[in-house]
């Protein structure tokens, strides 16, 4: 299996400019003098990614109170992100990656294990990046499951 370059806390956030659901572009660098939990998916309206979506929405205002913005990232095209934020009622932005440049870039691109075969794809991860877009946390590999104790993992280290 190829190894994806992995980012790890005190690495400095790739930068990134990509499309929100509306086309209107979103940049890390909007987010600097603040915290922000960035987060790759494999694909919206999928039931893991929407567990995944509804997690961190059902948890925006713990996070947003304790100084964190959420921003969720895909290969999905713009349009497939506006359907699944209308769907699910998301009120935080998510971007479209399409040519996978800065999944890569985070290392939330590559092979991977699924069901027991190597596969290339987008490679569940969440992180946090500190006020001067440091990474703070990396986790690789999240299962959407646990995404409510990660949320409050994530809020108990920096409450």
């Known amino acids: 299996m190829t190894e994806t370059t992995r980012l790890a806390p005190g690495d400095k956030a790739p930068a990134f400019s990509l499309p929100d659901a509306d086309g209107k572009k979103v940049s890390l660098a909007d987010y600097k003098g603040r915290r922000v939990v960035v987060y790759f998916y494999p694909a919206a309206s999928t039931p893991g990614c929407t567990k995944q979506a509804c997690d961190f929405r059902d948890n925006l205002r713990d996070l947003n109170d304790a100084g964190f913005d959420v921003v969720g990232i895909s290969p999905d095209p713009p349009a497939k992100l506006a359907k699944f934020r209308d769907t699910e009622k998301l009120t935080f932005p998510l971007l479209s990656d ?3 440049k800065v999944l890569t870039a985070w290392g939330a691109y590559g092979e991977k294990q699924m069901y027991g075969k190597t596969v290339t794809g987008v490679i ?5 990046v500190d006020e001067k877009g440091k990474i703070a946390v990396a986790q690789y590999n999240v299962k959407a499951a646990h995404t409510t104790s990660k949320i409050k993992q994530i809020l108990g280290q920096f409450g």
């Open 98 to 100: 399409p040519d996978r």
């Open 124 to 128: 569940r991860s969440t992180f946090v």
